[in-house]
């Protein structure tokens, strides 16, 4: 536990990102989050319909400050939202306090969100590159292999004979 004073305007920026989320104003988002989340690019600007916060007691980490927060549905919330716990972690940056959206969503996920999304995509791909296997797999038992229809069987526009339309 440190001594030090928590400087107020790291809970006042986290408080604008709030009001902001709600609001649905990027501009004032991206103001108040860090360089790592905004280059990162998978900042969600949509906000959480129908949430209360509360802060908890900030307490510093290192030269960084964690603000806990609880988020919690209203009766404007959609169906099904639940409470969300997290510790949001505030940086120092060129005098600023900011909002570390990314690293506290990796706390958040036990991991770095963005390599866990590669994970997914590489999980997606692999899963499709294998349906499509199985899928032309199955094909083939179905309908046999190698089968097409010959230029044989393509009636010709000056041809006046019904086509043969057996595989060959």
């Known amino acids: ?22 609001k649905k104003d990027e501009e004032a ?8 989340t905004i280059e990162a690019g998978q900042m969600n600007t949509e906000g959480a319909e129908g949430m209360e916060y509360h802060l908890g007691d900030p307490v510093w980490e290192g030269d960084n400050v964690v603000i806990p927060m609880r988020a919690v549905p209203t009766a404007e ?11 949001c972690l505030m940086v120092e940056e060129d005098g600023q306090w900011k ?3 990314m690293e ?4 958040l996920m036990g991991g770095d969100l963005g390599e866990m999304m590669d994970q997914m995509a590489d999980m997606m ?16 038992a179905a309908f046999g292999e190698g089968e097409s229809v010959s230029d044989d069987n393509v009636k010709d526009e000056n041809d006046d004979d019904p086509p043969d339309l057996r595989l060959t």
């Open 1 to 22: 536990m440190s001594d030090r004073p928590i400087p107020p305007q790291a809970v006042e920026v986290l408080q604008a990102f709030l009001a902001a989320s709600d």
């Open 29 to 36: 988002m991206k103001a108040c989050v860090s360089k790592q």
């Open 77 to 87: 919330s959609p169906q099904g939202v639940p409470e969300m716990e997290m510790q």
């Open 99 to 101: 909002f570390d959206l």
């Open 104 to 107: 506290t969503m990796n706390r």
């Open 125 to 140: 791909k692999d899963t499709m590159e294998g349906l499509g296997e199985a899928m032309a797999e199955g094909m083939k």
